[in-house]
């Protein structure tokens, strides 16, 4: 019998804590989730509607044989720890793992691990708690309100206009995108025009006549200041300014994820799932170790700890100008300030130390984690910035430019910041020639679309969604065809853009940026304690159903497209419908005919049948896999899986087929390499 069980989620996590515990206990995973929402009940929500909003669980698909596994695990021990991620989300898991494993308050604690490290896992353990109720009913509240909005609405949409899905927080952000959409089709540019003195090291552009500010809107009106103009510039006045160029604070979620997409090409997805293996434990050789802290968190805040640790480095490596202060924490609305931010466990193990354990993205993504933690705490960077006014007729000509004084912070983080010199010349009051002046026509630009940092940036600014939410949001409007990717920006489909509008018909007042919004502070409150939980879904509910009721009953319905054909069996115009499996053509008629066109699928021939004389063609299985069968199905029932080659096995004569660069029989053993 084990006397201590840890159950975490992660099975590599497991695998790392375990050395540093030692025999006394047994480290064992969850794998995430084990338990969601049925479907059964109510509208097939899988919560009690009636009766408080009571949810019902059951074990998801997969973890059936994990949740008897982890029972046996549990009756052959003493004590149990929970130890799933230090969030809501995790907090719920542990909830879940109590209430399924029919652990007793007595035998369990529950345990927070911001870092895996062996000191701060060992000090996670000598501090355990128990689960905070509030946290789980927060969100189970989330998870209610996702359920109820994205059944409801995802069935409207899927009766009404073939759209796949609705979501809460989904909707919303493709709302934001819809509307870019249409303001950059509405934008009419308005034309203006600049006039620049162009002289040997630099250039000075117009700005204002007679000291008033001036705009150009047309080539008449630039000819006619051109003709005023020579070459002979005076300069009126020079001013130089000593400036500091402050750090960014270090990362949390959601700024990781937009730099990590304008600097390493990332997206939100790949940026969190590197972040999970960094966090979790990665092998040094003499050691299995966390990277990084906790990848899931909205607090900018450091500990004291990795504080004095990072201003020795830096004394030590740079020397004591290059210290700096600690990045204000004044907290913002919603922040989770149980965790810090995101840094690397330990400012001794840099980017280069660890280089040879880390694959080529995980090694980038640290290296940027580092760099930026530790820049977070150097001093201010310092330019020296000039600005020279010149005059011409009465015509006032702007030069700017900066020199970098102290690189400060920059000593580290240069790679990842644009600080490039544009020096000025050291000029004296006076007159000096350009070598030509030259206009130029411009156009105002519309406002770009998002791109999947941007449209995060927004997100996190307008208090919809949060840190875990981000990646799944983006993933979800790529995968339900809602947006496309144009130039790696977000550009809305015809189908996202019909989904908003018609949400926007009959729902308004709730798929919205304010509404999403308070939800998000209503759920915050909750965590805190300061408001009932299933209050807070009658209060939506009660706003949000007869809303729905309407729409079902008033949402005209997507007629479907015609094809131009004429149903052979009773001459209704032919269309195009959505089915399970895809689109497919079938009479307008329907259910009175139930005409369904054949479709002639084109048939890929890779080789001949070896047991009868038919051809073995590329098939697919009803759930889309690629399979090679006979034309003579039924009578003939040849099938493989691996492609066929018009080649007999040298060995036993069956037909050879090809994988991955390998040649082998679909019979016996034999086997050899493709010839290049």
Not at 97 to 118: C, N, S
Not at 229 to 253: A, C, H, V, Y
């Amino acid at each position: 019998m084990s006397k201590n069980l840890v159950i975490v989620e992660s099975p590599s996590k497991s695998k790392t804590i375990e050395k540093y515990l030692g025999n006394d206990y047994k480290v064992v995973s969850s794998k995430g989730h084990i338990r969601d929402l049925a479907t059964s009940g109510s509208l097939g929500l899988g919560v009690d509607i009636e009766n408080g909003f009571r949810p019902t669980y059951v074990p998801l698909p997969l973890k059936k044989k994990v949740i008897s596994d982890l029972k046996k695990e549990v009756k052959n021990s003493d004590f149990i720890y929970l130890a799933t991620d230090p969030d809501r989300e995790g907090e719920a898991i542990s909830w879940h793992l109590k209430d399924a494993l029919g652990i007793k308050e007595e035998q369990y604690k529950r345990v927070l691990f911001h870092e895996i490290t062996k000191d701060k896992v060992l000090e996670a353990m000598n501090h355990p708690t128990k689960i905070d109720e509030n946290l789980v009913k927060s969100q189970e509240t989330r998870r209610i309100l996702d359920r109820i909005i994205g059944f409801r609405l995802s069935k409207l949409l899927q009766s009404k206009i073939g759209a796949k899905s609705a979501g809460r927080v989904q909707s919303v952000a493709l709302k934001l995108i819809v509307d870019r959409e249409k303001e950059i089709e509405a934008f009419i540019p308005e034309e203006y025009w600049s006039i620049t003195g162009v002289f040997d090291d630099y250039e000075a552009k117009l700005f204002a006549y007679q000291n008033e500010e001036i705009k150009l809107h047309s080539k008449e009106e630039v000819e006619k200041v051109l003709e005023k103009l020579d070459l002979s510039f005076r300069l009126m006045s020079k001013e130089q300014k000593e400036k500091n160029k402050k750090s960014r604070p270090p990362f949390i979620t959601s700024t990781l994820q937009q730099e990590a997409s304008t600097r390493l090409g990332f997206t939100a997805k790949k940026t969190m799932q590197i972040a999970q293996k960094l966090y979790e434990g990665i092998d040094l050789g003499n050691e299995t170790v966390g990277l990084i802290t906790y990848m899931r968190t909205d607090s900018i805040r450091l500990s004291d700890e990795f504080v004095i640790a990072s201003k020795n480095y830096i004394e030590k490596e740079y020397g004591k100008p290059y210290i700096g202060y600690i990045k204000s924490t004044k907290k913002k609305e919603n922040v989770q300030d149980a965790h810090e931010a995101i840094r690397p466990t330990s400012i001794l193990r840099t980017p280069l130390s660890v280089k040879p354990y880390l694959s080529q993205d995980e090694w980038k993504l640290y290296a940027f984690i580092y760099a930026r933690a530790l820049a977070s705490l150097m001093a201010d960077a310092k330019v020296n910035q000039t600005t020279l006014i010149f005059d011409n007729h009465d015509y006032q000509f702007k030069a700017t430019g900066q020199a970098l004084l102290f690189d400060g912070y920059l000593k580290v983080y240069q790679s990842y910041e644009s600080s490039e010199d544009n020096i000025l010349p050291d000029l004296e009051e006076g007159i000096y020639l350009a070598n030509e002046i030259k206009d130029e026509q411009h156009f105002t630009k519309p406002p770009a679309r998002y791109t999947e940092a941007k449209l995060i940036k927004e997100m996190e600014d307008l208090g919809i969604g949060r840190p875990s939410t981000y990646a799944k949001t983006m993933d979800t409007l790529k995968e339900r065809g809602y947006v496309e990717i144009v130039e790696k920006k977000f550009k809305p489909t015809e189908t996202g853009i019909e989904s908003t509008d018609k949400l926007q018909e009959f729902f308004s007042d709730l798929i919205n940026v304010d509404y999403t919004r308070e939800m998000e502070e209503d759920l915050d409150k909750i965590a805190e304690g300061n408001l009932v939980w299933n209050q807070v879904l009658k209060d939506f509910y009660d706003l949000f159903e007869p809303r729905v009721k309407n729409a079902f009953k008033e949402m005209e319905k997507k007629a479907p497209e015609e094809t131009g054909e004429l149903c052979p069996e009773c001459g209704s115009p032919l269309v195009i419908r959505k089915g399970k499996y895809g689109s497919f053509t079938a009479c307008s008629n329907y259910p009175t005919c139930k005409y369904v066109k054949k479709e002639e699928k084109e048939q890929i021939v890779v080789a001949d049948c070896p047991k009868c004389d038919g051809k073995i063609l590329e098939r697919k299985t009803r759930r889309g896999k690629i399979f090679y069968g006979c034309s003579n199905f039924p009578k003939c029932k040849f099938a493989v899986w691996d492609k066929p080659i018009d080649r007999k096995c040298p060995e036993c004569g069956e037909i050879l087929t090809e994988k991955n660069h390998k040649i082998k029989c679909s019979q016996c053993d034999y086997q050899e390499a493709k010839e290049e």
